[in-house]
C-alpha cells in the first residue's frame, strides 16, 4: 500500500565534488525535468532552492486519487538502489507498524512478525459476503468465521495464524499466476475485479515520470511477460492509514537501464479502503554532479469514495495524501543521503 505504498526509484551520475564548498547544480530544474514532470517555471525554481514540491493530478473518475511529488537529493544510483532493496529499513517510519519481505517460495514463516488489532479480528468473526469490516474473498470470510476458535482463550493468535496463512496463499498465487487469478474482494457490492481495478491505473501520458509503458505492462501481465534486467520481490506490511492499520502485500521492481533507475511498485492486497494502487518514481540524474531529483507518483482507487459525499471525501483524501506526500519524500532525502 502504498501510504501510500511507498515509493520511489533512481540514477544518478557522480562527479568530483568541489571540496571548497558544497556541489552545486551545472544545470537548472527546468532543462533537466522538463520530460518528466508537469510544473511551472515557478514550482521548478523551488526545486532549485531545495523544496519540496508536490501536487494532486486530475483522475479520470471519482475513485481514484493521484498524488506526485518531485525532491532534489543527492546520492548514488548503487545507494538509492542498495537501500531500496532493504525495504524492511527504507520504509522504516512511525507510520508503519510491522514489515517483512517475502521469500521466492512464501510461507507462513515469512509473516511471523504480524499481528491484528481488536478490529480486524472482530471483522474476522462476524464477516459475510456483501456485509464485511475487512476487504476479503468469499472463500476466506467463511474460512475466518467458521475455523477460529473463538471465544476461546486461544482466538487470538489463532487468529493471526489464520491471517499469516491467507496471505501467504495470495503471495503464492500471485506469484504463479498472477492478479487475474486471486478471487475477487466480496466485502460489499460494486467492488471492481483487482486485475482490472490495477489495470484503469495504467494509463498513458506525457511525462515519464508518470508512465512507463513497459515496466507497465510488465507489472499487468506478471508472471507472463518478461522485463529485462528487472529486480522485483514482494513483501507485505501492516501500516497506519486513516482510522485502521491496513495490512498489505505489494510487488515491487526496480530497473536499471541506461545510468537510470526506475522503480514500481504494485498493491497485491489490502485490507482496507484500496481497490488498487500503484506507486512509480524515477532518480532523474543532473550531469556531471552528485545530485538527481527524486519524483514520485501515486495513483490509488479508494472503496470510500462513492456515495452522496463522495466530492467531499475525495477533496479531503486528497490533500490528505499531498500532505503525507511532502513527509515521505522529506524522510527519503534523509534516508538516501545519511551516511
Excluded at 500500500?1 to 544518478?12: G, H, N, S, V
Excluded at 459476503?129 to 471465544?151: E, K, S, V, Y
Excluded at 518478461?226 to 507485505?236: H, K, N
Aim: with cysteine; charged share 25%; glycine share 8%.
Amino acid at each position: 500500500m502504498t501510504r501510500l505504498l511507498i515509493f520511489p526509484a533512481a540514477a544518478l551520475i557522480l562527479a568530483t565534488a568541489d571540496l571548497s564548498g558544497p556541489p552545486q547544480p551545472r544545470q537548472d530544474a527546468a532543462s533537466i525535468l522538463q520530460p518528466y514532470v508537469r510544473a511551472s517555471e515557478a514550482e521548478l525554481r523551488r526545486l532549485d532552492r531545495g523544496d519540496v514540491l508536490t501536487k494532486t493530478l486530475d483522475s479520470p473518475d471519482g475513485r481514484e486519487v493521484t498524488s506526485f511529488g518531485v525532491i532534489r537529493v543527492m546520492c548514488t544510483a548503487d545507494t538509492f538502489v542498495e537501500r531500496l532493496r532493504d525495504i524492511e529499513r527504507f520504509k522504516a517510519s512511525e507510520y508503519v507498524l510491522q514489515i517483512g519481505r517475502f521469500t521466492p517460495q512464501p510461507s507462513v514463516a515469512d509473516l511471523a512478525g504480524l499481528t491484528l488489532d481488536h478490529g480486524d479480528r472482530e471483522a474476522m468473526r462476524t464477516c459475510v459476503p456483501q456485509d464485511c469490516g475487512l476487504r476479503l474473498p468469499a472463500q476466506a470470510m467463511d474460512r475466518f468465521r467458521t475455523g477460529i476458535p473463538w471465544g476461546t482463550p486461544g482466538e487470538v493468535e489463532a487468529a493471526a495464524v489464520a491471517m499469516r496463512q491467507f496471505l501467504a496463499d495470495e503471495a503464492r498465487t500471485y506469484l504463479a499466476s498472477g492478479s487475474t487469478a486471486l478471487p475477487d474482494y466480496a466485502d460489499q457490492h460494486g467492488t471492481t475485479p483487482r486485475a482490472q481495478a490495477f489495470r484503469q491505473l495504467l494509463r498513458p501520458v506525457d511525462y515519464k515520470a508518470e508512465s512507463q509503458p513497459e515496466m507497465f505492462r510488465w507489472l499487468d501481465e506478471f508472471p507472463k511477460g518478461t522485463l529485462e534486467g528487472a529486480d522485483s520481490f514482494l513483501y507485505w506490511s501492516r501500516e497506519k492509514f486513516g482510522l485502521k492499520p491496513t495490512i498489505s502485500i505489494s510487488h515491487s521492481v526496480l530497473l536499471r537501464r541506461n545510468g537510470l533507475v526506475s522503480f514500481g511498485s504494485k498493491q497485491v492486497f489490502a485490507s482496507h479502503y484500496f481497490e488498487a494502487s500503484l506507486g512509480m518514481a524515477l532518480f532523474v540524474p543532473v550531469p556531471d554532479t552528485p545530485y538527481g531529483y527524486v519524483t514520485y507518483l501515486n495513483r490509488s482507487r479508494v472503496d470510500t469514495l462513492r456515495g452522496f459525499l463522495a466530492p467531499i471525501a475525495r477533496i479531503v483524501a486528497a490533500r490528505r495524501a499531498r500532505d503525507g506526500l511532502e513527509r515521505m519524500l522529506t524522510g527519503v532525502k534523509g534516508k538516501l543521503e545519511r551516511p
